[in-house]
């Protein structure tokens, strides 16, 4: 009831008050379990952690159940998180690798320090990692990928190819964003129908406007069918507003030209649209 009343407080902004009613109950309950259980799922749905914690710690561990133990492991990773965000923010890279890596070492942890390594372009680093997790489980998807890409960014094409034959990445057919990058290594790699093969499906399914699968699916077809590059980079503009659809569908050459004289506004995304067709 106490936990019920302190979170209805919390809602109407009295949370003052919510803290008092906890503050009650605890001192009526003493140690029990349940009472400091409430405790702390009030403290953390307040942001204090470190206090919610404490509050679990004043019940006896043998007593603690599986919520319990779950709430504490969900507490000491967030406060893990935001020691090692703190550290990279002020440029503690090191600090941040050594302390992850005295944790129990986990799939979590070496996918954090693998996207680590690739923002640091440290992509020797990176591929040792993802080699580590395939060892251990060799369908892994985000490894399977990472290790492609990071062959990809040393330059060795050859190894990046050779994995994509023997052992291709398995993707769910609904892993949308997996398998746009899986495209866009078989893109890098020069091999545009495969990049197309796997683009297709994914603009038949889509259900919301996305410039960048358009422009990506434009690219793949450049070489091999320009004319329908053309109409995918006129469906690409139309989604992100730089085109009207009846411009688009059929395209309108003169409407599409025009648009790609590039602005200042622009970000990234229209940026490389108004590019890719200037120069195509």
């Not at 070492?105 to 923002?119: C, G, T």
Request: charged fraction near 30%; aromatic fraction near 4%.
């Amino acid at each position: 009831i106490a936990y019920r009343l302190a979170n209805d407080l919390k809602t109407a902004d009295r949370v003052g008050d919510a803290r008092a009613v906890i503050a009650d109950m605890v001192l009526n309950a003493g140690t029990a379990p349940a009472a400091r259980y409430a405790q702390a799922l009030f403290l953390a749905s307040i942001d204090r952690p470190a206090e919610a914690l404490a509050a679990l710690a004043q019940a006896p561990q043998a007593e603690w159940n599986e919520d319990m133990r779950g709430l504490a492991a969900r507490l000491e990773r967030e406060q893990l998180m935001s020691q090692l965000r703190s550290l990279r923010a002020s440029g503690n890279e090191a600090q941040a690798i050594a302390l992850l890596r005295q944790q129990p070492a986990s799939l979590e942890n070496r996918l954090m320090l693998a996207e680590w390594a690739r923002e640091r372009d440290d992509w020797r680093d990176a591929l040792a990692i993802y080699d580590e997790i395939l060892a251990a489980q060799p369908d892994h998807p985000e490894a399977a990928l990472g290790r492609v890409e990071s062959w990809i960014a040393l330059g060795d094409a050859q190894s990046a190819r050779r994995a994509l034959q023997q052992s291709p990445p398995i993707l769910a057919e609904d892993d949308t964003s997996r398998q746009r990058r899986l495209a866009a290594i078989w893109g890098e790699l020069g091999e545009t129908d495969q990049q197309w093969a796997l683009l297709k499906p994914l603009i038949a399914r889509k259900t919301a406007p996305d410039a960048q699968l358009y422009r990506d699916a434009a690219r793949a077809r450049r070489m091999h069918a320009p004319a329908e590059a053309l109409d995918l980079y006129a469906l690409a503009m139309q989604d992100a507003g730089l085109l009207d659809a009846g411009a688009a569908r059929p395209r309108d050459d003169s409407a599409l030209t025009r648009a790609s004289r590039e602005r200042a506004s622009d970000d990234w995304l229209l940026r490389s649209l108004r590019s890719d067709v200037e120069t195509f």
